[in-house]
């Protein structure tokens, strides 16, 4: 499983970094990614990284402000978000799979969830 951690209520403007663990397997999968979903919204793709040569991707909203990246002797993945926008309020998720041969932006392609962790952005 998945265990996330980090999220909180913070300024606009401000910083969070969200961590990842996993818990039971190595994080070894193709790619690994943090999804998030705003209230009445879908579940958005936000930040992917591969295994393999760790490439990152990241969605338009978040590029440039978002940094994704992972530690391997601590079995972890991370999301640093800087400057931070009330309309990055949302709950967000972690996410791999075991199956995947490529970078997806569709949450319906990955097996392995964590359990949300909800950011606030707010004066």
């Known amino acids: 499983q998945l265990v996330e951690s980090g999220g909180g209520l913070v300024q606009p403007g401000g910083s969070l970094r969200l961590s990842c663990a996993a818990s039971?397997?190595?994080?070894?999968?193709?790619?690994e990614a943090w999804f998030r979903q705003a209230p009445g919204k879908e579940r958005e793709g936000v930040s992917f990284?591969?295994?393999?040569?760790?490439?990152?991707y990241y969605s338009n909203s978040v590029k440039g402000r978002f940094t994704i990246s992972r530690d391997d002797a601590k079995n972890t993945f991370y999301l640093q978000m800087d400057s931070l926008k009330p309309e990055d309020t949302a709950v967000y998720y972690c996410?791999?799979?075991?199956?995947?041969?490529?970078?997806?932006?569709?949450?319906?392609?990955?097996?392995?969830w964590g359990q949300g962790t909800r950011v606030t952005v707010s004066s």
């Open positions: 996410a791999t799979d075991s199956r995947l041969r490529y970078v997806s932006f569709d949450p319906y392609d990955y097996n392995i």
């Open positions: 039971g397997f190595t994080l070894d999968y193709y790619v």
């Open positions: 990284i591969m295994n393999s040569d760790g490439s990152t």
